[in-house]
């Protein structure tokens, strides 16, 4: 979906189409933002499958899999199997991480790369030196994701794990300062990648300046810049931004999670559960608190800290009175009922190719939630909040966004170069976010500005032009166009009312077309 994850994987396509695997482009121009990592990976991909949205979302998934391994491991070996199981099936079933997944956010990778380099540090508290090189190497990761703030939600929980429990001492055993040197090691291929990008060509334009630094924007701009709104991307800050944000994101777990950690601050609560505890919870409190006070602010974000936020739920679930888990399936069945009557409503207004199935999906789900699942237990509690995150999912991805993507253009366009074999060289006029045509289309697309990059594509008959409605007057006022295919347009993840209703969707409804110079 636009923009982001359309722009992420036209950024790997292009990788793989010109052969390059250490510039990164949009629009053909030098691009400047985020870390090689999950382009690296996605392009391997595309090496290995072919280039495609499934091998795109690959990676992804598989190390999302690998994260939720270690989230495991390390519930385990402190508290027991069955917290540990709980723990994995609360974050594998949160909306947000379903969501990310297919999105393919960075923090879909961050919270594997951050959760397994915790588990190996931790480890290396006691045990083998390799602890330290595997923790380093997968912090390494996580940097080269998205740089090294992650290594806050890494480290923070340790250093306050030893200050609260008197061994700050830890902190002057050379192993930690080998694990340092090991992370800056490690992410060499991202530095140098910078440096050779950037830093080595100052003559080029970037953010509308001269002599940008690339390694600059690594260690500073992008990481301390937008948190304290100083870098080039700004952004506007909300105190409560991820309070309410977590609601929704981490459905259907949330309310148990904020009453879980209420119930971390009681001194019962405190006094029961081992001290190591406080490496997890010490790292989502101070992670949260960092990204409530920023200024750049994405829902997304906050998915770092969901394998945190799975153990302090399941560790607050598993001890949780008879008297509080009927408290909380009345509460878990008005959240059912509200979510399934708000997505059968968002069905019968859409009016899916085929709601009828979509709501026999949803009226399935509820039923075998119920019937399957009965009896005031902590059991019962989990598996109909699974129940619930596998209808939802199931609703959005075989009903409710195949429906919505018929919208995105670009990507329709895109598809049907490529469903009619159409062989000339992609382009878009006068339009910056074209990201899902950039990836589905066949070939590297050129992005056209002026009369005379027009002008050069009249000599090369081959060429396709994929452009908004607003500039066709201007280009039938220079030439003589052939008109080869008219597509809906919506910003498809800015849903309105107006476009879930079925009978008011014309009405907001933009138009893209591809176009011929003949």
């Known amino acids: 979906m636009e923009p982001d994850g359309a722009l992420y994987a036209s950024i790997s396509k292009n990788m793989i189409l010109r052969n390059d695997w250490l510039n990164l482009y949009v629009h053909g121009k030098d691009w400047l933002d985020k870390p090689h990592l999950p382009f690296w990976l996605a392009a391997a991909s595309f090496k290995l499958f072919g280039i495609s949205a499934f091998a795109y979302k690959l990676p992804s998934f598989l190390i999302s899999l690998m994260g939720t391994f270690y989230l495991y491991r390390f519930t385990a070996d402190y508290f027991n199997r069955k917290t540990a199981l709980i723990s994995a099936i609360i974050f594998l079933t949160s909306l947000h991480v379903l969501i990310s997944n297919s999105d393919v956010r960075a923090e879909a990778y961050l919270a594997a790369f951050v959760t397994a380099a915790i588990y190996h540090y931790d480890r290396a508290r006691q045990k083998s030196f390799l602890h330290i ?14 740089g090294i703030f992650v290594l806050v939600p890494i480290f923070c929980g340790f250093i306050i794990y030893w200050a609260i429990t008197r061994q700050l001492k830890e902190l002057l055993k050379p192993k930690w300062w080998i694990a340092i040197t090991l992370i800056l090691i490690f992410i060499t291929p991202e530095l140098y990648s910078l440096y050779v990008q950037f830093d080595l060509h100052p003559e080029k334009t970037v953010f509308g300046q001269q002599g940008v630094s690339g390694l600059r ?35 259907p777990w949330s309310v148990l999670f904020y009453v879980g950690i209420v119930d971390l601050f009681k001194k019962h609560s405190r006094s029961v559960l081992p001290p190591e505890t406080i490496i997890i919870w010490s790292s989502a409190f101070i992670t949260f608190l960092l990204f409530s006070f920023s200024k750049f602010q994405l829902p997304h974000y906050i998915l770092v800290i969901f394998p945190q936020f799975s153990i302090i739920t399941a560790l607050y679930l598993v001890r949780i009175s008879e008297k509080r888990i009927k408290t909380f399936l009345i509460i878990q069945n008005v959240i059912f ?39 005031a237990s902590i059991k019962t509690i989990v598996s109909r909040g699974a129940v619930l995150s596998i209808g939802i999912m199931s609703f959005l991805y075989l009903f409710f966004y195949p429906s919505i993507l018929k919208y995105q253009s670009g990507m ?93 969707r014309p009405s907001v409804l933009e138009h893209f077309y591809l176009v011929k110079i003949k």
């Open 133 to 146: 090189v595997a923790g380093s190497f997968f912090a390494a990761c996580a940097v080269m994701v998205k």
């Open 217 to 251: 924007f690594f260690f500073w701009d992008s990481q301390f810049g937008r948190f304290f709104n100083t870098s080039p991307i700004k952004g506007k800050g909300d105190l409560s931004f991820f309070l309410h944000t977590t609601l929704w994101a981490f459905l």
């Open 337 to 375: 009922l509200i979510v399934v009557l708000l997505l059968g409503t968002i069905a019968v207004c859409f009016k899916f190719q085929f709601y009828g199935a979509a709501l026999a999906i949803l009226l399935i789900t509820a039923v075998s939630a119920f019937l399957l699942f009965k009896g």
């Open 412 to 504: 329709e366009a895109g598809k049907w170069l490529q469903a009619n074999d159409i062989k000339a060289i992609p382009a878009v006029f006068r339009y910056d976010h074209a990201f899902s045509f950039d990836f589905y289309a066949n070939k590297e697309v050129k992005y056209l500005y002026d009369d005379a990059d027009l002008e050069e594509t009249k000599d090369q008959k081959e060429t396709v032009i994929y452009t908004h409605e607003s500039e066709l007057p201007y280009l039938k006022s220079k030439y003589n166009l052939e008109i080869l295919k008219q597509f809906d347009y919506y910003h498809i993840t800015k849903l309105k009312a107006k476009f879930i209703l079925a009978k008011s």
